[in-house]
Nanobody, 118 residues
Framework: QVQLVESGGGLVQTGESLRLSCRAS????????LGWYRQAPGKQREMVAT???????YYEDSVTGRFTISRDNDKNTVYLQMATLKAEDTAIYYC????????????WGQGTQVTVSA
């Protein structure tokens, strides 16, 4: 199992940047794919970006070119650098993990609020 703790949310203005962090702990953390999801009010949770410990990344179309996911293997931490933020990026952002052989993200952090004011 893996435990996830996010940090770094907050209130910013349109066009500003923000970085989220997610520290993973537990056994065999390197065997997990980590990612970021978000859920805006009244909407379904959606995948934002994922990264394997080997560095392979995936981005949802609306954040491509604006968000960057990265990881620090020594610190077991994954980051989401968000730039040129828009009001529609406002959501609760969740760190998530899935075992490398699994298709489902089964482990979740508590979430961190990101609010982008127009």
């Amino acid at each position: 199992q893996v435990q996830l703790v996010e940090s770094g949310g907050g209130l910013v203005q349109t066009g500003e940047s923000l970085r989220l962090s997610c520290r993973a702990s537990g056994s065999d953390v390197l065997d997990y794919v980590l990612g970021w999801y978000r859920q805006a009010p009244g909407k379904q949770r959606e995948m934002v970006a994922t990264i394997t410990w080997g560095g392979a990344t995936y981005y949802e179309d609306s954040v491509t070119g604006r968000f960057t996911i990265s990881r620090d293997n020594d610190k077991n931490t994954v980051y989401l650098q968000m730039a040129t933020l828009k009001a529609e990026d406002t959501a609760i952002y969740y760190c998530a993990a899935r075992y490398i052989d699994s298709s489902q993200f089964s482990y979740w952090g508590q979430g961190t609020q990101v609010t982008v004011s127009a």
